[in-house]
């Protein structure tokens, strides 16, 4: 992988990542999320948070996607693991 000074547009570095650290997702019916991300995508189901989310895993992360009940659906947050948090100093 090429380092952070390396890759730059137009003039500025760009921040670089290890991987996709988890996605959160609100979604309106949990236990219809359940059986669809269960059932159908395979992720393994780890517990229910404290404030009623679900989280799932699809790695030897502890989780890696987070389900909030929510009256509408969408995208919540995304977390990315960076190559390097040093790319931020000063």
């Not at 359940?34 to 699809?58: H, I, K, N, P, T």
Request: net charge neutral; charged share 20%; aromatic share 8%.
């Amino acid at each position: 992988m090429a380092s952070a000074q390396s890759c730059v547009a137009s003039g500025v570095a760009l921040i670089r990542y290890k991987k996709l650290g988890y996605v959160e997702l609100n979604v309106t019916d949990l236990a219809r999320a359940r059986q669809f991300y269960e059932g159908m995508v395979g992720l393994q189901y780890v517990a229910r948070g404290s404030e009623g989310e679900d989280l799932y895993r699809c790695s030897n992360d502890h989780h890696s996607i987070v389900l909030h009940p929510s009256p509408q659906a969408g995208l919540k947050r995304v977390g990315l693991m960076l190559e390097d948090a040093n790319q931020f100093a000063p």
